[in-house]
């Protein structure tokens, strides 16, 4: 869907001026149609070069970069370019309204997303350096088990929605456990998470719902440190205060939760309905790590993010964007550039799934372990699954930022005994951090048995939570 983009002054400019581009139609990146076909919305807006104007949600613009060099230049240039969503001019001036179902997904946080300088390197330090204490075999081995588990649950149905009963559970699962969160705090971080990513929530109550969330967490960790990311977090040299810690907690839990759920569930859309990996999969091989590869290309789990803000009216690619107008990155449009011009995907991580320069993910290797796990686990155990309706009858949800399943209905045999070693039951579940990363002084060895007396409770809060999400 477009509208007509009103001129910049009383006449529109003459053609060939920069802010001839005010004259354009401008796509809306939200509504049913770009949520079915965002595709489509890229090649009309790639037909004026490679910045265009975009309207976000009613009444709030921006531009879109869809070429990938561009992208790069935008996201490698700090000195020209702010991530402090301070800088937005039209929500400062309330042109843009506070309860826009957009603004607390661009909303300044005193985090490392919305920092630039040394603020962001001494946020952005804290959190690179308490993901690295994780071991990455504990993490695989948490991820496995909590697939294992989830697997169980369904294997006996013969059929199951994919998204609401494992993608979107795997990854709370391996949150809740890596940051340390008891059961009733992770009820109102899972309402409060999703809520800001769905463009037909109400954006205000999620984000209120969140922050109480996260609060209680850290008040939580400030009495009872453990072994976990939220104790070491706090341990750091960094001194983060507690206003710090909780929103250093929600761009992790934002990371960590929506855009793994859409990698997982739209690699397993791609490995049931893709021909070029159907004939491996009936073969016994499972391509999962160039399945990961073409998603993070052609169906990034966040499409459209990485917000920038111009520190002076600046020219893109010939377009002249205004200072403090929102420039967001089509991370989906840049990796399917026309220029790019690459046949083969596999092997490749030139994309931009994970954005680029200093603001980069640091958890990339974390994700996409995760991630494989979740598909391998899957398809290895549930070998004839396949999917419930036609892959073109799957609906995608609306919202400008992610690209994202309303569900994924699959259909197979069942199995009423689970395949499973006693290794795989009796895999050790607690984070524990690498060996060869010291102890922060605040940590404690976590109690034996917490993990498995909090499992049934854990188990009922993510069914509430998927019969919350059905409903709406």
């Known amino acids: 869907m477009t509208t007509p983009r009103p001129a ?18 401008v796509e809306r990146l939200y509504g049913p149609e770009f949520a079915a076909d965002p595709m489509a ?20 613009r921006a531009s879109l970069v869809t070429g990938y060099e561009t992208a790069l230049m935008v996201l490698r240039s700090p000195g020209s370019f702010s991530k402090d969503a301070r800088r937005w001019r039209a929500l400062a001036e309330g042109t843009v309204s506070a309860d826009s179902p957009v603004v607390p997904m661009m909303m300044h946080r005193p985090n490392a997303l919305w920092a630039d300088g040394d603020e962001h390197t001494r946020l952005r330090g804290a959190i690179t350096d308490s993901l690295a204490r994780l071991d990455p075999d504990a993490l695989k081995g948490y991820a496995e088990h909590s697939a294992d588990t989830l697997i169980d649950r369904i294997a006996p149905n013969g059929r199951a929605d994919l998204l609401g009963e494992y993608g979107a559970v795997l990854p709370l699962l391996v949150f809740n456990q890596l940051f340390g969160c008891p059961p009733d705090v992770g009820d109102k971080l899972v309402e409060g998470m999703s809520g800001i990513f769905d463009a037909d929530a109400d954006s205000e109550k999620a984000n209120a719902v969140l922050t109480e969330g996260v609060a209680e967490l850290v008040a939580l960790k400030r009495e009872q440190p453990g072994r976990d990311v939220t104790s070491w977090l706090m341990a750091h040299p960094a001194g983060l205060t507690d206003e710090e810690m909780m929103h250093q907690l929600v761009l992790l839990m934002g990371a960590g939760t929506e855009p793994q759920q859409n990698l997982i569930c739209n690699g397993l ?13 009936a073969g016994g ?9 073409e998603v993070l290309w052609s169906d990034p789990p966040i499409a459209n993010y990485a917000v920038h803000y111009p520190l002076q009216d600046v020219e893109i690619d010939g377009v002249l964007v205004r200072e403090g107008e929102p420039v967001l990155i089509s991370l989906a449009a840049a990796n399917t550039d ?18 680029a320069g200093p603001h980069t993910c640091p958890a990339k ?4 372990s995760i991630a494989a796990v979740a598909l391998e686990k899957l398809l290895d155990r549930l070998p004839d699954i396949e999917l419930a309706v036609p892959v073109e009858e799957l609906e995608w949800r609306q919202g400008p930022f992610h690209r994202a399943l309303a569900a994924l209905p699959v259909r197979f045999p069942p199995i009423t005994s689970a395949v499973r070693t006693s290794a795989d039951r009796d ?29 049934p409770r854990w188990w009922n809060l993510l069914a509430r939570w998927r019969h919350r999400r059905q409903a709406t």
């Open 8 to 25: 910049a002054g009383d006449a529109a400019p003459p053609a060939g001026c920069p802010a001839h581009v005010d004259a354009r139609t």
């Open 41 to 60: 919305s890229y090649t009309r807006m790639r037909a004026h070069g490679s910045v265009a104007p975009v309207e976000i949600a009613p009444g709030v």
């Open 269 to 281: 859309r791609l490995l049931l309905s893709d021909d070029r990996f159907a004939g491996d999969l």
């Open 285 to 293: 091989s499972m391509p999962v790590e160039d399945a990961i590869d």
């Open 338 to 355: 026309p220029g790019l011009a690459s046949d083969r995907r596999a092997g490749n991580r030139a994309h931009l799934a994970w954005s």
């Open 365 to 368: 290797g974390p994700a996409r």
């Open 427 to 455: 895999r050790t579940t607690d984070p524990v951090p690498s060996p060869s990363a010291p102890m922060a002084t605040s940590s404690t060895a976590s109690e034996p048995g917490s993990v498995s007396a909090a499992r």
